[in-house]
């Protein structure tokens, strides 16, 4: 019908225009069936938001030098009814695409700065830190969300650290280094990401206010073949003169190596995985 073609030739043509425009593409049974799981994908998330399938987990970031749980990151799952536990990689990437992550990034911080608060009642004051997406970043609202949020939990701005990538920082967008500066105003922490991975102006970095290099984990799980590369990644953050630490970590080598690179804290698999909020507390009355 008539419909039908002028639906398929829309299909097309936002494909031409996510590949840059100035092309052209044809429709085909493949891009159809990709918009379809994407849509379905969309309206799932949609109900999983409305149902509370998503839930925090946090894995604890550990003293190199004491082996105390000395903070934790939040990592989202989907606890999904059906299929179980589904990793950030199969939906944040279709929330950032989407904008649902602007929501979603809210309720996770809500969501930690809360139980930053709830441990440390129970006298353990960790470090909380959350993950941000560049979507989150751009939007000129982030700090005043932050600082709703600090005020609606109680939470100290020192508790409380952003994770964000190297592309973020260097993205050369003004609005990214105007949330930058008052994020910091606000005294919460920033820390980089997978350090490492990006092709990081170092220059560049060194006028953000970070306070904490997290060195990706494809360098520590490479220990064994490429230490020259790993050595040289944590020599660069230590003349940096921020804090350090060791993402990924699954053996007592790895754990070794950190320790005598001199990196202050390491998380992964080696002490635990990210674990539920009843289990992290667990962990905490067992150290
Ligand atoms: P990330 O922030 O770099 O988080 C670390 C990832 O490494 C986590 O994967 C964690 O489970 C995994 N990991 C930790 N220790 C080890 C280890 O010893 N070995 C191995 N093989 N893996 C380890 P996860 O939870 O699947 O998260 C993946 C990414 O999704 C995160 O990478 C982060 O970029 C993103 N993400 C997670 N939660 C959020 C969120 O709430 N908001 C946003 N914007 N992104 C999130
Ligand atoms: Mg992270
Ligand atoms: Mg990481």
């Given at each position: 019908?008539?419909?039908?073609?002028?639906?398929?030739?829309?299909l097309?043509?936002y494909?031409?225009?996510?590949?840059?425009?100035?092309?052209?593409?044809?429709?085909?049974?493949n891009?159809q069936?990709?918009?379809?799981?994407?849509?379905?994908?969309?309206?799932?998330?949609?109900?999983?938001?409305?149902?509370?399938?998503?839930?925090?987990?946090?894995?604890?970031?550990?003293?190199?030098?004491?082996?105390?749980?000395?903070?934790?990151?939040?990592?989202?799952?989907?606890?999904h009814?059906?299929?179980?536990?589904?990793?950030?990689?199969?939906?944040?990437?279709?929330?950032?695409?989407?904008?649902?992550?602007?929501?979603?990034?809210?309720?996770?911080?809500?969501?930690?700065?809360?139980?930053?608060?709830?441990?440390?009642?129970?006298?353990?004051?960790?470090?909380?830190?959350?993950?941000?997406?560049?979507?989150?970043?751009?939007?000129?609202e982030?700090?005043?969300?932050?600082?709703?949020?600090?005020?609606?939990?109680?939470?100290?701005?020192?508790?409380?650290?952003?994770?964000?990538?190297?592309?973020?920082?260097?993205?050369?967008?003004?609005?990214v280094?105007?949330?930058?500066?008052?994020?910091?105003?606000?005294?919460?922490?920033?820390?980089?990401?997978?350090?490492?991975?990006?092709?990081?102006?170092?220059?560049?970095?060194?006028?953000?206010?970070?306070?904490?290099?997290?060195?990706?984990?494809?360098?520590?799980?490479?220990?064994?073949?490429?230490?020259?590369i790993?050595?040289?990644i944590?020599?660069?953050?230590?003349?940096?003169?921020?804090?350090?630490?060791?993402?990924g970590?699954?053996?007592?080598?790895?754990?070794?190596?950190?320790?005598?690179?001199?990196?202050?804290?390491?998380?992964?698999?080696?002490?635990s995985?990210?674990?539920?909020?009843e289990?992290?507390?667990?962990?905490?009355a067992?150290?």
């Amino acid at each position: 019908t008539l419909d039908t073609l002028m639906k398929f030739a829309d299909l097309a043509m936002y494909r031409a225009k996510e590949d840059g425009r100035n092309c052209f593409r044809y429709f085909s049974k493949n891009l159809q069936d990709q918009v379809y799981a994407r849509v379905e994908l969309e309206s799932e998330i949609l109900r999983a938001i409305r149902l509370e399938e998503f839930q925090l987990f946090y894995q604890p970031r550990l003293s190199t030098n004491t082996m105390r749980i000395v903070g934790a990151e939040a990592l989202i799952r989907w606890v999904h009814p059906e299929k179980g536990l589904i990793p950030p990689s199969s939906f944040i990437p279709m929330c950032e695409e989407t904008g649902l992550i602007e929501h979603g990034g809210e309720w996770v911080m809500m969501t930690a700065a809360a139980q930053q608060v709830q441990w440390r009642d129970r006298g353990f004051d960790l470090n909380m830190s959350v993950n941000l997406s560049p979507r989150q970043f751009r939007n000129g609202e982030l700090a005043q969300k932050v600082a709703a949020c600090l005020q609606a939990t109680g939470c100290r701005p020192d508790a409380f650290e952003f994770e964000i990538t190297e592309s973020i920082i260097m993205s050369k967008d003004d609005r990214v280094s105007s949330v930058i500066a008052d994020l910091s105003a606000l005294g919460v922490r920033l820390s980089i990401d997978d350090f490492g991975t990006g092709y990081s102006n170092l220059a560049m970095l060194q006028d953000f206010p970070v306070d904490c290099l997290k060195i990706d984990r494809s360098f520590i799980s490479g220990l064994a073949k490429n230490r020259a590369i790993a050595d040289m990644i944590v020599s660069l953050a230590k003349l940096m003169g921020m804090k350090i630490v060791a993402e990924g970590v699954e053996t007592a080598e790895q754990l070794t190596w950190a320790r005598a690179k001199g990196c202050h804290e390491f998380q992964g698999f080696f002490f635990s995985r990210p674990v539920t909020a009843e289990q992290f507390e667990q962990l905490l009355a067992a150290s």
